[in-house]
């Protein structure tokens, strides 16, 4: 079967890093992406890895691991407008995404 | 219009009514999906479309139809709504299938009574 895993929630102090890991079983494999969506609304693209290793973009990069099947996204210099949920989604052999739950990230004062 | 838009925002239906969810993009994105987003579970993919012309069927499509006339459009029919279908659907497109970004429309949060 097809499984991609996720903390539920975290919690973070405002101007912290936070790591969220997301690991996945997958029906091959093409990539990952994350994407952050704030409550109520669209899902927007943060980022994408199709190699091995971390992609910085800004405050945010994103790490994978394919012989783990393991990626985590990695948020500095946290602020508050980063609370959101962040959805890991992997590109599977039919170039369809299979989508995690999500994780709600919680930023406290 | 900029980007892609889904109509209507909201919509509360009776049981066993059919009902088409709108989605049109102005990118001329060839691929375009369409997702439910239920709570505590991922987006699931109910149909796509590679590029006009051409659908397919995705995790979830039973209960649900779509047709690709043209490249800007992608409605999602529910032949005869059931109370399971209640759920938030999002409609999305990219360049094409395949290693590229999705982009989002608002979203239409569907009731079914």
């Known amino acids: 079967g097809q499984n991609i895993d996720q903390p539920t929630e975290m919690t973070a102090t405002e101007g912290a890093i936070v790591q969220i890991n997301c690991t996945y079983q997958?029906?091959?494999?093409?990539?990952l992406f994350w994407y952050q969506q704030h409550a109520g609304e669209a899902p927007t693209f943060l980022s994408y890895?199709?190699l091995d290793g971390l992609e910085e973009k800004g405050r945010f990069s994103s790490f994978l691991s394919r012989s783990k099947g393991y990626s985590y996204l990695l948020l500095k210099e946290l602020q508050m407008k980063d609370s959101a949920s962040y959805l890991c989604a992997v590109e599977d052999s039919n170039y369809q995404l299979i989508w995690g739950a999500g994780t709600k990230l919680i930023i406290k004062p | 219009i900029a980007g892609i838009t889904q109509a209507p925002t909201s919509q509360i239906l009776a049981a066993g009514r059919r009902m088409t969810l709108r989605c049109t993009q102005d990118?001329?994105?060839?691929?375009m999906y369409w997702y439910r987003q239920d709570l505590g579970l991922g987006l699931r993919l109910i149909h796509y479309s590679n590029t006009a012309g051409t659908t397919g069927k995705g995790e979830v499509p039973d209960g649900y139809s779509v047709s690709r006339a043209n490249t800007d459009d992608f409605p999602l029919t529910l032949a005869s709504a059931v109370p399971s279908q209640t759920s938030v659907y999002f409609c999305a497109s990219s360049v094409s299938s395949g290693g590229n970004e999705q982009f989002f429309g608002p979203g239409t949060r569907l009731t079914v009574l």
């Open positions: 997958t029906s091959g494999f093409n990539g």
């Open positions: 990118m001329r994105h060839n691929a």
């Open positions: 890895n199709v």
